[in-house]
Each structure stands twice: as structure tokens, then as C-alpha cells.
């Protein structure tokens, strides 16, 4: 059984920094591609940022590019968004996905967390 947690979440000022984490189990972790993605209230759920298996490759979403960074530690089962400068309009619920194949994509993930809430305060 495929288990994604997050964790990391919480109530941050604008211009901050803030870092989330990915906990997983039950999947090859070395030869998953992961990702993460958020939902605003009344928004649907977009792409933010993923990372191939072997972490050579990244992608971002334009709204994040050079603010946050994904990054991987296999031998801990475990990827990371760190998120600076932080923005009111980066409020939303945070989930990690993991993806079959090898690649990086803003799409098709087969598996998902539960979620972890990042507030940001103007």
C-alpha cells in the first residue's frame, strides 16, 4: 500500500521561507518520479514543481520559478519543496504525487498524499 505524508505545512509571513517534506512507503522510491501540486479554496488543484527518479531533472510552474525547489533524498524515501519569498497568493492545501514511468511531468500521477495546508500572511 502506497503511503505519501506531508508534513511541513503551517501559517507563514509574506516573503518568508517554509519548507515541506514527503514521507513515502510502499513504492520503489528510487525510480519514482514526484511531484507536488496545491489547491486554493475555490480553485482547482494545479502543478507547482517535480523531479525525476535520480533527481537530475526539475520542472516548475511559472508562478514558482526561482522561489521554490524540489529536491529528493532517496535513501530517506523523501522529497522537499523549499519555498522562499513566499506570497499571499501562494495559500493553498500542498500534496506530493508520485508517478509511474521515469519522468518528470505536470501530469498523470498515480499517487497522492493527503495534503498539508501553507497559509501565507500579507
Known amino acids: 500500500q502506497v503511503q505519501l505524508v506531508e508534513s511541513g505545512g503551517g501559517l507563514v509571513q509574506a516573503g518568508g521561507p517554509l519548507r515541506l517534506s514527503c514521507a513515502a512507503s510502499?513504492?520503489?522510491?528510487?525510480?519514482?518520479?514526484m511531484g507536488w501540486f496545491r489547491q486554493a479554496p475555490g480553485k482547482e488543484r494545479e502543478f507547482v514543481a517535480c523531479?525525476?527518479?535520480?533527481?537530475?531533472?526539475?520542472n516548475y510552474a511559472d508562478s514558482v520559478k526561482g522561489r521554490f525547489t524540489i529536491s529528493r533524498d532517496n535513501a530517506k524515501n523523501t522529497v522537499y519543496l523549499q519555498m522562499n519569498s513566499l506570497k499571499p497568493e501562494d495559500t493553498a492545501v500542498y500534496y506530493c504525487?508520485?508517478?509511474?514511468?521515469?519522468?518528470?511531468?505536470?501530469?498523470?500521477?498515480?499517487?497522492w498524499g493527503q495534503g498539508t495546508q501553507v497559509t501565507v500572511s500579507s
Open positions: 504525487a508520485g508517478r509511474k514511468g521515469i519522468a518528470c511531468s505536470t501530469n498523470q500521477y498515480a499517487y
Open positions: 523531479i525525476s527518479w535520480g533527481g537530475a531533472s526539475t
Open positions: 510502499g513504492l520503489t522510491f528510487g525510480t519514482t518520479p
